[in-house]
């Protein structure tokens, strides 16, 4: 597969940031504080459901940027924007036939912080 655009690291968080800020309405900072974790991955502390619409989104995003080979930074932030709003129709229609909020609290790992030390939790 020919690549057209290769993102520096900063600029991969960058766009992850818009997706999740597309359908979760949170960058990955302020996902990561909700759930109440600070160094540990935020996708192995999402629920299944989670992981799913951030994929939707990254998928979406991925075959948009195929499709129209958007060249710099700018013109892929607006793709990930695109695929986090694929994601965020999805987050609509599961949260209206399940009633019940796609963003979740709980994080998978199951622990605490207290003052700065990582306590688990049994």
Do not use: H
């Not at 960058?14 to 504080?33: D, F, P, R």
């Not at 974790?37 to 951030?54: F, P």
């Not at 195929?66 to 994601?87: C, D, F, I, S």
Request: net charge positive; hydrophobic share 30%; no cysteine.
């Amino acid at each position: 597969m020919e690549r057209w655009w290769y993102p520096k690291p900063v600029e991969y968080a960058m766009l992850t940031n818009e997706i999740y800020k597309g359908w979760s309405g949170m960058k990955a900072s302020e996902y990561k504080s909700y759930k109440g974790i600070r160094k540990e991955s935020l996708r192995d502390n999402m629920t299944d459901t989670e992981i799913a619409l951030t994929n939707i989104g990254e998928i979406a995003a991925r075959d948009i940027a195929r499709e129209e080979r958007p060249q710099g930074l700018n013109a892929n932030m607006k793709v990930a924007a695109r695929g986090g709003k694929v994601a965020s129709d999805a987050r609509k229609s599961y949260e209206q036939e399940t009633k019940k909020s796609a963003i979740s609290k709980k994080n998978s790992l199951n622990y605490q912080y207290e003052e700065n030390k990582l306590i688990e939790k049994s």
